[in-house]
């Protein structure tokens, strides 16, 4: 049987590297141009007339004249793309291009970028040859999670609109995309913020001031402040001091996977993520624990950040085992679509 798929999937990769080689498709004018040529070229061979020859051939001149300069316009480019590091989901994202004009003598002109699965694109107006341009586009995610990027497809009507000539080229990436953390939410219990009697946290969180503790590799987010400048320059890479911080204001965000995905699930999700914006912004440490996901104590936008891309990443299943954090739970937030015994404070979401 896998030798019967051999030829199949042979032929289908050689037909993915023609189509993404060049692709020519017919505007409506074009459509209209082409079908009056060959009318006027049957119309010159039936009659004769010199008149119609002439125009026959300036037509025909036109169509190569506009797929020699459409082709000018999208080989030997080079595209990079530019993308911030994660974005809210609802919010537009600006997703920018550099585009490389490697041509000596011929500029790019009047080019469209699009990629698979987003819906706008971003127009290239003019590269000079040798030059580099950018270009830029906005779309907006609905949903968290992770999206996939893979093929860029480069395409231009230019000069005259008469077709539109595709090229694709492969550049690998993904965006992620966080949960909103505006949803309104209810301050949790007080029980759900006590000293753990046992686990990791027992001897305070790493906060950013604070008695010392020890120190640590950088990570996005952390205060350029906390920065150990001689210990950075021993081990060439940046590291930061870490601080004992109060134990008894450390937030245990449990988020419960068993669940269905859908809007319930989704609910729970931008609950936690809402949990941990306010927790930032009080200046409280805080942790997740989101199926086999800990993101252990601390604080400020770079802990913000961590937890926000842990629960872009967390799929929710029926048969997931339950929320085991390192902690005592009755010193956790849970929140469920089913709500659980045994926690600090349960936030139930979509519950009937």
């Known amino acids: ?89 609802g919010r537009e994202m600006r997703l920018t291009y550099a585009v490389t004009n490697h041509k000596p003598r011929v500029p790019t002109m009047a080019m469209e970028i699009g990629e698979a699965g987003l819906p706008n694109r971003a127009f290239v107006g003019h590269v000079a040859p040798g030059a580099t341009g950018h270009a830029r586009s906005l779309n907006t995610f609905v949903r968290r999670g992770v999206h996939r990027l893979g093929t860029v497809t480069l395409s231009t009507g230019f000069p005259f609109g008469l077709f539109v000539k595709e090229r694709d080229l492969e550049i690998p990436g993904e965006i992620v995309v966080w949960p909103r953390t505006d949803r309104p939410v209810p301050v949790p219990a007080p029980e759900g913020g006590r000293v753990p009697r046992s686990g990791v946290t027992t001897r305070g969180a790493a906060g950013q001031r604070g008695e010392y503790r020890s120190l640590r590799t950088y990570r996005p ?17 940046p590291v930061i001091r870490e601080y004992e911080h109060d134990g008894a204001r450390t937030r245990w965000i449990c988020l419960d996977l068993r669940a269905e995905a859908g809007e319930a699930a989704e609910a729970a999700v931008e609950v936690a993520a809402a949990l941990a914006a306010r927790a930032a912004a009080e200046g409280r440490s805080f942790a997740l624990v989101a199926g086999d996901r800990v993101v252990e104590t601390g604080e400020g936008s770079g ?29 956790c937030v849970l929140v469920s679509v089913h709500g659980a015994l045994g926690f600090g404070d349960t936030l139930v979401v979509g519950a009937a």
Not at 51 to 79: F, H, K, P, T
Not at 225 to 236: E, G, K, Y
């Open 221 to 237: 987010g952390d205060d350029p402040r906390d920065i150990h400048w001689r210990s950075s320059a021993r081990l060439r890479e």
């Open 303 to 331: 802990q913000l950040e961590r937890v926000l891309d842990a629960l872009a990443r967390v799929e929710f299943d029926p048969g997931a085992p339950s929320v085991s954090p390192p902690v005592d739970p009755s010193t």
């Open 1 to 89: 049987m896998n030798v019967l798929l051999v030829p199949v999937r042979w032929a289908r990769d050689v037909w993915r590297r023609i189509r993404a080689w060049r692709r020519v498709s017919f505007t409506v004018g074009g459509l209209v141009f082409s079908v009056g040529t060959f009318a006027v070229g049957f119309a010159a061979m039936n009659t004769g007339n010199n008149l119609l020859y002439i125009l026959l051939g300036a037509m025909l001149g036109l169509i190569v004249v506009s797929s020699w300069l459409s082709e000018q316009v999208i080989r030997e480019i080079d595209v990079e793309r530019v993308m911030p590091r994660a974005v809210t989901a």
